[in-house]
């Protein structure tokens, strides 16, 4: 099966920082990666899927991008609401689907 | 609107079932690829079972041979059959929704919760 591996787990920025998540498959998931917002009690929320398009409604604050084994999410400009627990999930084979372990962004 | 919601969670011992179902509206069940994915009490996100509009299901490993994924078109629900619970079942479980477009799971319910233990 895919691993993920994501990182770092945890991410202390301030507002108006950029910061970046770095996602890692063990094998070629080609562009078939997804990243995803989550708040406490709250489900996930979709953010960017096939790599690198943003889901309508998203700020485009948010970008990601990378193919292959090697992805990365880019927040722009941190707002309050961005804190929160990101998401990759790969999507690449029909029967096994793969979340990374979660990055955990924080206010400094 | 399109949109899951969720039943069925609640208290269950270790060794027992239960049945969780999840009510779409807003769109068609068949139609769509929809999973169910958990998340156990402070832990990440975990991929459980998906249903392809074909009738295809697969599972993750932990939950092979015991939880089983399926349909109601009739009543446009996903349902996931938990046999065999275990302690580290205990979780969050949401139902999620892929259009097919591959564009990963662009709407999911409220989640429902599943705790296993005597």
């Known amino acids: 099966d895919i691993q993920m591996t994501q990182s770092p787990s945890t991410l202390s920025a301030s507002i108006g920082d950029r910061v970046i998540i770095t996602c890692r498959a063990s094998?070629?998931?080609?562009?078939?990666l997804a990243w995803y917002q989550q708040k406490p009690g709250k489900a996930p929320k979709l953010l960017i899927y096939k790599a690198s398009t943003l889901e309508n409604g998203v700020p485009s604050r948010f970008s990601g991008s990378g193919s292959g084994t090697e992805f990365t999410l880019t927040i722009n400009s941190l707002q309050p609401d961005d804190f929160a627990t990101y998401y990759c999930h790969q999507y690449n084979s029909y029967s096994v689907h793969t979340f990374g372990q979660g990055t955990k962004l924080e206010i400094k | 609107e399109v949109q899951l919601v969720e039943s069925g969670g609640g208290l269950v011992q270790p060794g027992g079932s239960l049945r969780l179902s999840c009510a779409a509206s807003?769109?068609?069940?068949?139609?769509?690829?929809m999973s169910w994915v958990r998340q156990a009490p402070g832990k990440g996100l975990e991929w459980v079972s998906i249903?392809?509009?074909?009738?295809?299901?697969y599972d993750a490993d932990s939950v092979k041979g015991r939880f089983t994924i399926s349909r109601d078109t009739s009543k446009n629900t996903l349902y996931l059959q938990m046999n065999s619970l275990r302690a580290d079942d205990t979780a969050v479980y949401y139902c999620a929704r892929d259009t097919g477009l591959r564009r990963g799971f662009d709407c999911w319910g409220q989640g429902t919760l599943v705790t296993v233990s005597s």
């Open positions: 807003g769109f068609t069940v068949s139609r769509n690829y």
């Open positions: 094998r070629s998931i080609s562009s078939w």
């Open positions: 249903i392809y509009s074909g009738g295809y299901t």
